[in-house]
């Protein structure tokens, strides 16, 4: 049972991320050979403020 967790700064639509499940979920499928029944993507959106990059937050650039 693959389980694929994507980490993502907020801000997309339900409609990008509906289709980036679709497609995370075809790709895993097509390249490992599992049963889509059996993908599980797990989303978790981030704010800008709880992500940094070499000591500076996203929110601060």
Known sequence: MPIINVKL????????????V???TDAVERTTGANKE???VIIEEMKKEHYGV???RKSDN
Do not use: C, F, M
């Open 9 to 20: 700064i907020e801000g997309r639509s339900d409609e990008q991320l509906k289709n980036l």
């Open 22 to 24: 679709s497609e995370v």
């Open 38 to 40: 059996a993908i599980h």
């Open 54 to 56: 070499a000591g500076i």
